[in-house]
């Protein structure tokens, strides 16, 4: 039996979910970045179309046409087929330009989901990890209520015995089930981690497994892809510029057509037959001289957007900095609290104890010992929390010195 224990132990270890197979699963699988990847794809298929329209277009057409009534120019019916070959030969790099434009896009969509992959990284830790505070709590309170369970047994035959009265057992199940309404809504609290770490990775997850952070060492900062996301928008609006001011520069179309004609019902004419074919060679130069300044005005509207980008990137630099110094601060705070916080579980520790056996021998009352088992409780649960809370300052660290936080992951 012992031996069937234990592999269930084992096997509930080796199936349970670590915070890697989390993030890899959202990275994978999650609704939003998928569709964040479509646009990707969509902007590639952009600019192949832009590249195509380089190569010459062909179109074949055929007519027929029933006139009344007939002419020497105009026959009761023809029929033609045509066939017109059709290039831009220069546009003032109007295209290339936006092919850049289009490129430039790309690698914002790019940078943004990569931004979306760290965003949803950083909402799974935190998820995680307030799995784990509200673990922490459940198995303090869980001490809370065996111990107490154990102090109504003796009391009960304390009673029994007429050595004490019914106040200090009432006083007993009122803490036992105040504990237990404590625990119904831990229990709830862990399964609503459970169901938001699923629906966030597209994952089952049966059990945890417990991941830490490694150590921060001379973390350097560097741009998180949000800025680098509207840094490479602000150079697509300059080739999209470039690309509407060719607008008004030399553009030149060349197009040969050739056509084939037969005709029916014809009335002769002395001028001799209509012409059973005809072939013509367009090339055609336009500047455009006078629009009213319109294109002018959406270069200059376009440069303004790109200026209003450049700031904002500049802005968001900023207030990473300020997190990235602010996540440092925090993250000592928290280093010198954990000293705090185990200092305090073992005084509340060593005074359990001792409450524990003068209770039992009757040397103080139930409320010294309710206070001290309470307090032992708390502060166990609340040294387990400022070990998580320490996880997650070292994530944010990382997350805000613009790393990949899948990276440092134990």
Not at 216 to 235: M, T
């Amino acid at each position: 039996m012992r031996g069937v224990f234990l592999i269930l132990i084992v096997s509930s270890f080796l199936n349970s979910t670590s915070l890697i197979d989390i993030i890899n699963s959202t990275k994978s699988k999650n609704g939003y970045i998928k569709a964040k990847e479509y646009e990707l794809m969509a902007n590639k298929k952009s600019i192949s179309s832009i590249k195509s329209s380089f190569m010459p277009k062909v179109n074949v057409a055929s007519t027929i046409s029933i006139n009344s009534p007939k002419t020497f120019i105009t026959p009761q019916k023809s029929i033609n087929l045509s066939l017109l070959l059709s290039a831009k030969v220069y546009d003032s790099k109007k295209r290339a330009n936006q092919i850049r434009a289009k490129e430039y896009e790309g690698v914002a969509k790019d940078f943004e989901i990569k931004a979306l992959k760290r965003s949803l990284t950083i909402k799974a830790i935190n998820i995680y990890y307030s799995y784990f505070k509200a673990l922490a709590n459940k198995r303090a309170l869980l001490f809370r209520q065996r111990a107490i369970k154990e102090q109504i047994k003796r009391v009960k035959r304390l009673l029994n015995a007429g050595l004490t009265t019914k106040v200090e057992l009432y006083r007993l199940k009122a803490a036992l089930a105040q504990n237990d309404y404590a625990l119904e809504s831990i229990n709830f609290a862990l399964k609503s981690a459970k169901e938001n770490l699923q629906t966030i990775s597209h994952k089952r997850i049966d059990s945890l497994k417990y991941n830490t952070f490694i150590e921060p060492k001379r973390v350097k900062f560097k741009e998180s892809e949000d800025i680098l996301k509207i840094r490479a928008n602000a150079e697509a609006l300059k080739y999209n510029k470039r690309a509407t001011l060719a607008n008004k520069k030399p553009q030149v179309d060349i197009s040969y057509s050739y056509t084939k004609s037969k005709y029916s019902n014809i009335v002769k004419s002395p001028l001799g037959d209509l012409p059973e074919h005809n072939s013509k060679l367009n090339i055609q130069a336009s500047l455009m001289l006078y629009d009213g300044g319109s294109i002018k005005e959406l270069g200059e509207s376009l440069e303004y957007k790109k200026l209003a980008l450049l700031s904002k990137a500049n802005e968001l630099k900023r207030e990473q900095k300020r997190d990235f110094t602010l996540a440092k601060l925090k993250l000592k705070s928290i280093k010198a609290n954990i000293k705090s916080a185990k200092l305090a579980l073992l005084s509340a520790n060593e005074s359990y104890k001792r409450v524990k056996k003068e209770y039992v021998a009757g040397f103080v009352d139930y409320i010294t010992y309710l206070d001290a088992l309470t307090q032992k409780s708390i502060s166990e649960a609340k040294y387990k929390e400022t070990l998580y809370d320490y996880e997650v300052a070292k994530a944010y660290l990382y997350y805000y010195s613009g790393r990949d936080l899948k990276g440092y992951i134990k």
